[in-house]
């Protein structure tokens, strides 16, 4: 990296060197640029959720947050996203999966395709990444099936994302990551507001996947 010393020898050289520092400058400045992603609305959306809710405190939770490991993910850079690329997109992230080293791959579509379809579809993947032994876990969030009609009030807060943008997400992880976790909330007493049957759907079927 050039020091101020080092930069002024330059421009007060010759113009060669002048020409060779502006040329450093802009450079400089077109890679700042390219780091500068401008961010989909659907992914402000969700970033500004996780941090509004997701990561704050719940009475209803024991005192921890709807999701007690967002935020690090956010801090270590760990989460990565994939945007209205369809269903062939989605099957595109489950088989890259391993590749990579997220902790999280957000799946989002606003072209909503049938809950039911939806639903099964990652069913199907969770089943067969069991059975072939890869550690992955598909999770299916549908706007025509939300947390208040699974029996989940406590987890719905209208007023930390934008109404006017409906969109369906999967979150693409790991599934020892997810049942650790589930483990050392269990103990906390994280679940004791949960209905039975999400919780058995949450938290058993997943461990039952992960047993093989």
């Known amino acids: 990296m050039l020091t101020r010393h080092k930069l002024l020898s330059l421009w007060n050289n010759e113009p060669k060197q002048r020409e060779r520092l502006r040329q ?6 077109l890679s700042n640029h390219r780091k500068r992603k401008p961010v989909h609305p659907v992914e402000a959306d969700i970033r500004k959720w996780s941090h509004e809710f997701l990561e704050v405190p719940n009475e209803k939770l024991n005192g921890l947050p709807p999701c007690p490991y967002a935020k690090q993910a956010w801090l ?26 997220y902790d999280i791959v957000v799946w989002a579509s606003q072209y909503l395709p049938e809950m039911e ?17 890869k550690d992955m876990h598909l999770m299916v969030f549908h706007p025509d099936y939300d947390a208040q009609e699974a029996g989940l009030d406590f987890l719905v807060d209208e007023d930390s994302t ?51």
């Open 24 to 29: 450093l400058v802009y450079t400089a400045s």
């Open 76 to 101: 270590d850079n760990k989460v990565v996203f994939s945007i209205n690329t369809g269903v062939d997109g989605l099957a595109k992230e489950v088989a890259n999966f391993e590749s990579h080293d």
């Open 117 to 133: 379809y939806l639903d099964g579809w990652c069913d199907g993947v969770n089943e067969a990444m069991s059975i072939a032994g």
């Open 162 to 212: 934008d109404e006017g943008l409906v969109y369906c997400m999967v979150f693409v992880q790991r599934l020892s990551t997810l049942d650790d976790a589930a483990l050392s909330l269990e103990k906390s007493g994280y679940y004791e507001h949960f209905p039975e049957e999400v919780y058995k759907s949450l938290v058993l079927d997943r461990r039952e996947l992960r047993n093989g």
